[in-house]
């Protein structure tokens, strides 16, 4: 079955909607954008979600240790980072008990450096942008896609990549940063269709 993380969670009533559909991972984004959470509000959601879905913190442009700190104070024990410099911070990551997503650009180097899932994402990460999936050199281990997945393509992704789960945020979204109960489920359905 692919899994299915669903990314940019702000508000109770869409995440709700997103844990009945028993998805596999709810991505919270600590990084400047119109999908960004504060510690305050993303903890009682994190909460909320364990158990049901795996709360996954999104970062990029953080150090280490804000990586830590904010994932200490939020309640998390998986964070998906952008721009990782290599495998030592991976293992501080690890060190503090963390399941760490490597995230990446589309034709980037997809060696692993210790991380424990692949995210590859089109050239600019988090725009919500499709790519040229026929172009992908593909991993050879399981990893994730994202970059502007919706209904009307997300089996056409998964098809034309091999890729073992889906990341979704601007595709079940009714505007930039407004989760759409309907799409949410659309999407949900047309994944596993």
């Known amino acids: 079955m692919t899994f ?17 559909l028993d998805v596999d991972a709810i991505g919270f984004v600590f990084v400047r954008s119109p999908r960004q959470i504060s510690v305050e509000d993303a903890r009682p959601l994190v909460e909320l979600t364990r158990g049901r879905a795996e709360p996954v913190g999104v970062f990029k ?6 990586i830590l700190a ?17 495998s030592d911070d991976v293992s501080r990551l690890h060190d503090a008990g963390l399941t760490v997503y490597r995230a990446v650009t ?13 995210l590859i ?17 593909r991993p050879d281990r399981p990893w994730i896609l ?13 098809a034309a990549t091999g890729a ?5 945020s601007s595709g079940i979204e ?15 359905a047309e994944v596993r269709r």
């Open 121 to 137: 994402d089109g050239s600019t990460a988090g725009a919500g942008e499709a790519w040229d999936w026929d172009r992908l050199e």
């Open 174 to 188: 009714s505007s930039r940063g407004v989760k759409d109960a309907r799409l949410i489920e659309r999407f949900v």
């Open 146 to 158: 994202a970059g502007g997945l919706g209904v009307e393509n997300v089996r056409e992704g998964i």
């Open 61 to 66: 442009g953080a150090t280490v240790s804000d």
């Open 106 to 118: 589309a034709g980037a180097d997809y060696t692993s450096i210790g991380e424990d899932d692949l």
């Open 4 to 20: 299915i993380k669903l990314c940019g969670f702000r508000d109770r009533s869409t995440l709700d909607v997103a844990l009945s």
């Open 164 to 168: 073992a789960g889906v990341d979704v």
């Open 70 to 86: 904010t994932a200490s104070d939020a309640g998390l024990h998986t964070v998906q980072v952008h721009d990782l410099a290599g």
